[in-house]
């Protein structure tokens, strides 16, 4: 009999449209260096090799990332790189992923993780994921999540409800999961801060693939027929070809609500732990402050000014006078200027210039 070891799978496919204009379609936010010199891809998979194999780690990204992603993790080898022909969303992604581990073994374990997130404490996350492994291990017909204690009424994340302690591994309570709470206004959001049953929801799932797919056979059975037909031409001269015919047909769902928001089998692991997803201009300026990071990059000239985030990724130098509690981000082509409390709105200047035709700058 072998060890079972849980692979470990990063989720870098997605656009961070508010992270325009150095996130753009061929060139998304994971593959560029906005926190500190690696990229975020880099910084999520040097955070897992702390705790796991080279061997156990894998990408799932676009076809039009596959070889940024081999260039920025060299050491990972083509055959851990799962490539989405076209963005489903990450319903499709995660689907994707457990129908590629399912061929190979039915009862292998993975843990899915975003490209996009700081995490402070480094330790601790490596720890509640090997948690995480040996709850499946004992109970492989749940699927275990990892909920974050809120440390202030955040609105822009989703929020896990506990129920009732499911059993313990040594000091670690293991809680059955109630429900589920998509961004909250600031009131509840607020409620939620002060009743020890809501966590913030990162998005970390842990499952044995046979127990997944029977998910998404129960919820999302569209989807799940068009893995099984995938599944089928895995290791054929056809595998490319249908995959990328089957997998361009998928209605784009988020996992969130295509499978968690129904599933009755899932249990969570509370962690201390900070987190940020890495998602608008705004989270980053938090991120380097709170850690003492400058926040300028580039060639900055700056006069009587303060409390910016000024990214320079052009060849010409940027003057700020006067300037206070702004972001500004200087590429090539473009250059975004905005009040850091309208990081959000950044989305709807990338929809703008669509609606106008000025695709070169995307």
Same mark, same amino acid.
């Given at each position: 009999?072998?060890?079972?070891?849980?692979?470990?799978?990063?989720?870098a496919?997605?656009?961070g449209t508010r992270l325009?204009?150095?996130s753009r379609h061929?060139?998304?936010?994971?593959i560029?260096?906005?926190i500190?010199?690696?990229?975020?891809?880099?910084?999520?998979?040097?955070r897992?090799?702390?705790?796991?194999?080279a061997?156990?780690?894998?990408?799932? *990204?676009g076809?039009?990332?596959?070889?940024?992603?081999?260039?920025?993790?060299?050491?990972?080898?083509?055959s851990q790189?799962?490539?989405?022909p076209?963005?489903?969303?990450?319903?499709?992604?995660?689907?994707?992923?457990?129908?590629w581990?399912?061929?190979?073994?039915?009862?292998e374990?993975i843990?899915?993780?975003?490209?996009?997130h700081?995490?402070?404490?480094?330790?601790?996350?490596?720890?509640?994921?090997?948690?995480?492994?040996?709850?499946?291990?004992?109970?492989?017909?749940?699927?275990?999540?990892?909920?974050?204690k809120? *440390?202030?009424p955040?609105?822009?994340?989703?929020?896990?409800?506990?129920?009732?302690?499911?059993?313990?591994l040594?000091?670690q309570?293991?809680?059955?999961?109630?429900?589920?709470?998509?961004?909250?206004d600031l *009131?509840?959001?607020?409620?939620?801060?002060?009743q020890?049953?809501?966590l913030w929801?990162?998005g970390?799932?842990?499952?044995?693939v046979?127990?997944?797919l029977?998910?998404?056979?129960?919820?999302l059975?569209?989807?799940?027929? *068009?893995?099984?037909?995938?599944?089928r031409?895995l290791g054929?001269?056809?595998?490319?070809?249908v995959?990328?015919?089957?997998?361009?047909?998928?209605?784009?769902?988020a996992f969130?609500?295509?499978?968690?928001?129904?599933?009755?089998n899932?249990?969570?692991?509370?962690?201390?732990?900070?987190?940020?997803?890495?998602?608008?201009?705004?989270?980053?300026?938090?991120?380097?402050?709170?850690?003492?990071?400058?926040?300028n990059?580039?060639?900055?000239?700056?006069?009587?000014?303060a409390?910016n985030l000024?990214?320079?990724?052009?060849?010409?130098?940027?003057?700020?006078?006067?300037?206070?509690?702004m972001?500004v981000?200087?590429?090539?082509?473009?250059?975004l200027?905005?009040?850091?409390?309208?990081?959000?709105?950044?989305?709807?200047?990338?929809q703008?210039?669509?609606?106008?035709?000025?695709?070169?700058?995307?």
């Amino acid at each position: 009999m072998f060890l079972l070891i849980m692979k470990l799978v990063i989720l870098a496919g997605g656009s961070g449209t508010r992270l325009w204009p150095l996130s753009r379609h061929r060139h998304p936010k994971q593959i560029h260096p906005i926190i500190g010199d690696q990229t975020l891809l880099q910084k999520t998979y040097q955070r897992l090799r702390q705790g796991f194999a080279a061997q156990d780690i894998y990408v799932v *990204t676009g076809k039009d990332y596959l070889e940024t992603v081999s260039q920025q993790l060299p050491e990972l080898p083509a055959s851990q790189i799962i490539s989405e022909p076209c963005k489903r969303d990450t319903a499709a992604a995660i689907g994707l992923a457990a129908t590629w581990f399912y061929f190979r073994n039915p009862q292998e374990i993975i843990a899915t993780v975003h490209a996009d997130h700081f995490i402070d404490r480094e330790d601790e996350y490596l720890r509640l994921l090997r948690l995480a492994e040996s709850v499946v291990k004992q109970r492989p017909d749940k699927g275990v999540l990892i909920g974050v204690k809120p *440390t202030y009424p955040e609105t822009g994340y989703g929020y896990i409800k506990m129920n009732s302690q499911f059993f313990s591994l040594g000091e670690q309570k293991v809680f059955l999961v109630e429900s589920f709470v998509e961004k909250p206004d600031l *009131t509840t959001a607020r409620q939620y801060v002060s009743q020890w049953q809501y966590l913030w929801n990162p998005g970390y799932f842990i499952w044995r693939v046979d127990t997944l797919l029977r998910q998404y056979r129960r919820w999302l059975p569209e989807q799940y027929q *068009t893995f099984v037909k995938i599944n089928r031409a895995l290791g054929t001269a056809q595998e490319s070809k249908v995959i990328a015919r089957e997998f361009a047909g998928i209605k784009p769902v988020a996992f969130d609500y295509g499978i968690l928001e129904s599933a009755q089998n899932l249990v969570v692991l509370p962690a201390d732990f900070v987190f940020v997803d890495i998602g608008n201009w705004r989270t980053v300026k938090d991120v380097l402050t709170s850690t003492g990071a400058a926040t300028n990059k580039g060639e900055v000239i700056l006069l009587d000014s303060a409390n910016n985030l000024i990214y320079n990724f052009s060849k010409r130098p940027v003057a700020c006078v006067g300037l206070r509690d702004m972001i500004v981000v200087a590429t090539d082509d473009v250059t975004l200027i905005c009040h850091q409390e309208s990081a959000q709105e950044v989305k709807t200047i990338v929809q703008k210039l669509k609606e106008t035709g000025k695709e070169e700058y995307l």
